[in-house]
Nanobody, 130 residues
Protein backbone atom coordinates (compact mmCIF):
# COMPACT_ATOMS: atom_id res chain seq x y z
CA UNK A 1 0.00 0.00 0.00
CA UNK A 2 1.47 3.31 -1.11
CA UNK A 3 1.89 5.80 1.70
CA UNK A 4 3.16 9.35 1.34
CA UNK A 5 3.22 11.44 4.50
CA UNK A 6 4.07 15.12 4.25
CA UNK A 7 5.34 17.22 7.14
CA UNK A 8 7.02 20.55 7.77
CA UNK A 9 4.24 22.92 6.84
CA UNK A 10 3.19 25.81 9.02
CA UNK A 11 3.11 29.56 9.28
CA UNK A 12 5.95 31.62 7.85
CA UNK A 13 6.47 35.32 7.34
CA UNK A 14 7.01 36.76 3.88
CA UNK A 15 10.66 36.29 3.02
CA UNK A 16 10.94 33.38 5.39
CA UNK A 17 11.68 29.72 4.82
CA UNK A 18 10.14 26.33 5.38
CA UNK A 19 11.33 22.82 4.58
CA UNK A 20 8.78 20.20 3.65
CA UNK A 21 9.45 16.47 3.95
CA UNK A 22 7.60 13.50 2.49
CA UNK A 23 8.14 10.03 3.93
CA UNK A 24 7.38 7.35 1.36
CA UNK A 25 6.57 3.67 1.88
CA UNK A 26 4.79 0.80 0.18
CA UNK A 27 6.67 1.06 -3.11
CA UNK A 28 10.27 1.16 -4.37
CA UNK A 29 10.90 4.87 -3.90
CA UNK A 30 14.16 4.98 -5.86
CA UNK A 31 12.40 3.70 -9.00
CA UNK A 32 10.04 6.67 -9.34
CA UNK A 33 10.35 10.32 -10.23
CA UNK A 34 8.62 12.41 -7.59
CA UNK A 35 6.95 15.79 -7.41
CA UNK A 36 5.52 18.46 -5.16
CA UNK A 37 2.22 20.06 -6.03
CA UNK A 38 0.00 22.60 -4.32
CA UNK A 39 -3.58 23.69 -4.25
CA UNK A 40 -5.28 26.87 -3.16
CA UNK A 41 -8.95 26.50 -2.16
CA UNK A 42 -11.15 27.01 -5.19
CA UNK A 43 -8.28 26.54 -7.64
CA UNK A 44 -6.80 23.57 -9.43
CA UNK A 45 -3.76 21.52 -8.57
CA UNK A 46 -0.43 23.00 -9.60
CA UNK A 47 2.79 21.03 -9.82
CA UNK A 48 5.62 23.19 -8.52
CA UNK A 49 8.62 20.87 -8.74
CA UNK A 50 9.74 17.41 -9.82
CA UNK A 51 12.86 15.32 -9.45
CA UNK A 52 14.20 12.31 -11.31
CA UNK A 53 14.89 8.96 -9.68
CA UNK A 54 18.55 9.73 -8.99
CA UNK A 55 18.05 13.43 -8.31
CA UNK A 56 20.08 14.54 -11.30
CA UNK A 57 17.19 16.27 -13.08
CA UNK A 58 14.91 18.78 -11.38
CA UNK A 59 12.03 20.82 -12.75
CA UNK A 60 10.36 23.92 -11.34
CA UNK A 61 7.34 25.98 -12.21
CA UNK A 62 8.03 29.59 -13.09
CA UNK A 63 6.22 30.64 -9.91
CA UNK A 64 8.82 29.02 -7.63
CA UNK A 65 11.96 28.85 -9.77
CA UNK A 66 14.95 30.32 -7.96
CA UNK A 67 13.23 30.14 -4.55
CA UNK A 68 12.42 26.45 -4.01
CA UNK A 69 14.77 23.46 -4.15
CA UNK A 70 13.60 19.88 -4.45
CA UNK A 71 15.76 16.99 -3.29
CA UNK A 72 15.47 13.36 -2.29
CA UNK A 73 17.22 10.78 -0.15
CA UNK A 74 16.72 7.35 -1.69
CA UNK A 75 18.29 5.64 1.33
CA UNK A 76 15.73 7.24 3.62
CA UNK A 77 12.82 7.07 1.14
CA UNK A 78 12.22 10.77 1.69
CA UNK A 79 11.45 13.69 -0.59
CA UNK A 80 12.16 17.30 0.40
CA UNK A 81 11.18 20.78 -0.67
CA UNK A 82 13.24 23.69 0.64
CA UNK A 83 11.19 26.84 0.28
CA UNK A 84 12.96 30.18 0.64
CA UNK A 85 11.90 33.77 0.02
CA UNK A 86 8.33 32.78 0.67
CA UNK A 87 5.53 34.98 -0.63
CA UNK A 88 1.90 35.25 0.48
CA UNK A 89 0.91 33.70 -2.86
CA UNK A 90 2.77 30.52 -1.85
CA UNK A 91 0.02 29.90 0.71
CA UNK A 92 -1.52 26.53 -0.22
CA UNK A 93 -1.91 22.91 0.70
CA UNK A 94 1.26 21.17 -0.49
CA UNK A 95 1.22 17.57 -1.69
CA UNK A 96 3.90 15.02 -2.35
CA UNK A 97 3.11 12.84 -5.37
CA UNK A 98 4.63 10.04 -7.39
CA UNK A 99 5.11 10.96 -11.04
CA UNK A 100 6.34 7.69 -12.55
CA UNK A 101 9.36 6.59 -14.55
CA UNK A 102 11.97 9.18 -15.46
CA UNK A 103 10.90 9.01 -19.09
CA UNK A 104 7.49 10.42 -18.26
CA UNK A 105 8.62 13.05 -15.78
CA UNK A 106 8.69 16.09 -18.04
CA UNK A 107 5.37 15.32 -19.71
CA UNK A 108 3.67 14.60 -16.40
CA UNK A 109 5.12 17.74 -14.85
CA UNK A 110 3.80 19.89 -17.67
CA UNK A 111 0.32 18.34 -17.56
CA UNK A 112 -1.85 19.94 -14.85
CA UNK A 113 -3.19 17.15 -12.64
CA UNK A 114 -6.97 16.88 -12.69
CA UNK A 115 -7.27 15.17 -9.34
CA UNK A 116 -5.29 13.42 -6.65
CA UNK A 117 -5.13 9.66 -6.52
CA UNK A 118 -3.64 7.09 -4.18
CA UNK A 119 -0.14 7.99 -5.35
CA UNK A 120 -0.51 11.34 -3.58
CA UNK A 121 -0.14 12.24 0.08
CA UNK A 122 -2.72 14.00 2.20
CA UNK A 123 -0.93 17.32 2.15
CA UNK A 124 0.61 19.80 4.56
CA UNK A 125 -0.62 23.38 4.89
CA UNK A 126 1.75 26.26 4.23
CA UNK A 127 0.60 29.74 5.19
CA UNK A 128 2.70 32.81 4.43
CA UNK A 129 1.51 35.86 6.26
CA UNK A 130 2.82 38.69 8.39
Amino acid sequence: QVQLVESGGGLAQPGGSLRLSCAASGFTFRDYAMSWARQVPGKGLERVSAISTDGSVTLYSDSVKGRFIISRDNNQNTLYLQMDSLKPEDTALYYCAVIGPDGSMRQQFNTPPRARNNWWGQGTQVTVSS
